[in-house]
C-alpha cells in the first residue's frame, strides 16, 4: 500500500458505532480498513455514473440535440407510465 495520510473526522454516533459493529465482528481489523472500503466504493459508484453519462446519456443527449422533435412530451411520458403503473397492479390483483 502506498504512504498513508492521516486524517480525523467526526462521524454521527450511529456510523460510528456501525464502524465498531465490523471490527468486532471480524469484517474488518480496523477502523481505518472500514473507511478505506468505504471509500472505494464510493469512488466505484462515482466512476460507475462517469461511465454511464459518457457511454449512455451523452450520445442521447446529442440525439436529441439534433432532432428535438424526437422528444416525447413529459405529460405523455407520465401518462404512459401511470397506465404501465395501474396494468401492473391489476395485473397483481387478478391472478
Known amino acids: 500500500m502506498s504512504a498513508s495520510a492521516k486524517r480525523t473526522f467526526s462521524l454521527p454516533a450511529e456510523q460510528a ?5 465490523l471490527v ?13 472500503a468505504g471509500l472505494r466504493a464510493l469512488q466505484e459508484r462515482d466512476q460507475a455514473v462517469e461511465r454511464w453519462l459518457r457511454d449512455e446519456v451523452a450520445h442521447v443527449y446529442d440525439a436529441m440535440k439534433a432532432n428535438p422533435e424526437r422528444a416525447i412530451p413529459a405529460d405523455q411520458v407520465f401518462s404512459n407510465i401511470r397506465a404501465y403503473h395501474t396494468a401492473r397492479l391489476k395485473a397483481r390483483r387478478d391472478p
Open 24 to 36: 468486532a465482528s471480524g469484517t474488518y481489523a480496523t477502523a481505518s480498513e472500514v473507511v478505506r
Open 17 to 21: 458505532t456501525y464502524i465498531d459493529t
